[in-house]
């Protein structure tokens, strides 16, 4: 029985290659998309926080509203005294009151706010010798100032302010101690437990914003460190694919069998991709750097490049420092499969006291003039870690790595 042409069993190596070519193109616009998305979703996010707070804040202002309860006193003395004179007094000065009020309470402008708290201490100030309850007046100025300003001075002084004016206002008139000395004791209660309040509030408030830009911290580092994962796992992986479809479709009419052979492993690198694109969602862990050195090994030969390793590989690494150098190795084996155009590449570990240093050196074409997503990525991983990365490309290309001991317990 005659076999089939190597033509129709591989019909499909140069399709594969091109593919995996493709979404390679793919993963590097993913991974952009994940690093510069995320912000933008952030800030819509918190954008329609800030409106939740917005309206928070309106409803808040009505609220104050319900404290003109006590501007009922302010009518006591015109229904005792029942003239004319008294309630058109009362009529002009209350009307000004709840247009000042009205103002102070819908108002967003600092200085507008002062001036309209200054003007309603000035309104108590004329109102005062005609009718002792607008001495209330001055409580509303004592209970307003420390919403206005987080200057405790300034609440302080305002307040003093007020009980100084309602004092030599009712020795200057000859009143009765009792018409200003009460209005005073509750200017100096109200104000001084506002200022608490006030200041409790904007204590949660910034307790609040930092809890929200922690948490919006922790988002962009999570999709940034997926970017990565994905960008190190998936970029390896495809470029192994890439080099075994073009191996296959090279000797698949000279040698079948290895074609064979070589697309199975096709087949077993992608169902290797899944599982890794799974563990890059949950929180990347690799083998080790035995396994990846091992792994290194097979990507550079079928690549047609040697691979030297020298030192002994450090035994004393925390999981973290292992993932972060495996991650650096794997990707740097990317970059010399695709862009270097190297014949020998060389692996070098050592540990000390200082730390844990890794040399990936190439004699590739180098010529790195700036770093894009991959080299990027290491530079990140090495930096969390409170390590540094140098790279040196004029002849060839050398990574240097360089971990301290124990960031990582």
């Known amino acids: 029985m005659n076999s089939p042409e ?25 991974e952009l998309s994940i690093r510069g998305g ?3 979703r952030e800030s819509e996010r918190l954008g329609g926080a800030s409106a939740l707070h917005q309206e928070r804040a309106r409803r808040g202002r009505f609220f104050d509203f319900i404290w003109l309860v006590y501007s009922v006193f302010f009518v006591i003395e015109p229904v005792q005294q029942n003239t004319r004179k008294t309630w058109m007094e009362f ?30 201490a000035a309104l108590g100030t004329l109102y005062f010798p005609f009718n002792s309850g607008a001495s ?14 987080e200057s405790i001075f300034i609440c302080i002084a305002t307040i003093a302010a007020c009980c100084a004016t309602m004092m ?5 008139l000859h009143m009765s101690p009792w018409s200003w000395a009460f209005c005073a004791f509750f200017s100096v209660a109200v104000g001084a437990g506002n200022l608490v309040a006030a200041q409790r509030m904007r204590a ?17 580092a999570e999709r940034e460190r997926i970017a990565r ?12 694919v890439v080099l075994k479809s073009e191996l296959a479709g090279k000797v698949m009419d000279r040698e079948p069998q290895r074609a064979r052979i070589e697309i199975r492993e ?9 599982t890794e694109v799974r563990e890059a969602i949950r929180g990347y862990r690799s083998e080790g750097l035995t396994a990846e050195i091992a792994r290194a090994r097979k990507t550079l030969d079928a690549a047609g490049v040697t691979l030297e390793c020298c030192g002994i590989k450090p035994t004393q690494l925390a999981p973290a420092e292992e993932t972060v150098l495996s991650l650096i190795v794997r990707e740097a084996v990317t970059n010399i499969v695709r862009h270097a155009q190297a014949s020998r590449c060389r692996l070098e570990f050592a540990a000390n006291g200082s730390g844990t240093a890794l040399v990936v050196e190439d004699d590739g074409r180098g010529g790195i003039h700036e770093e894009g997503n991959g080299l990027r990525g290491m530079r990140e991983r090495v930096e969390s870690m409170g390590g540094k990365l140098q790279i040196d490309s004029g002849q060839g290309t050398r990574l240097l790595v360089e971990i301290p001991p124990h960031t990582v317990d």
């Open 6 to 30: 190597p033509n129709s069993v591989f019909p499909s190596c140069e399709g594969e290659s091109r593919v995996a070519e493709s979404l390679l193109h793919e993963l590097r616009d993913a």
């Open 38 to 40: 995320s912000f933008h």
């Open 91 to 120: 009529a002009l000065g209350f009307g000004c009151f709840l247009a000042i009020y009205t103002a102070l309470v819908l108002s967003r402008s600092k200085r507008t706010q002062y001036l309209l708290l200054f003007a309603l």
């Open 136 to 149: 209330g007046m001055f409580i509303y100025v004592a209970a307003f100032i420390p919403f206005i300003t």
């Open 168 to 172: 030599l206002e009712g020795w200057a």
């Open 204 to 220: 949660n408030k910034k307790l609040d914003l930092a809890h929200e830009q922690i948490a919006h911290l922790a988002k962009l």
């Open 229 to 240: 994962d994905l960008h190190d796992v998936l970029g390896h992986t495809l470029s192994v």
């Open 266 to 274: 096709v087949e077993q690198i992608a169902r290797k991709a899944l």
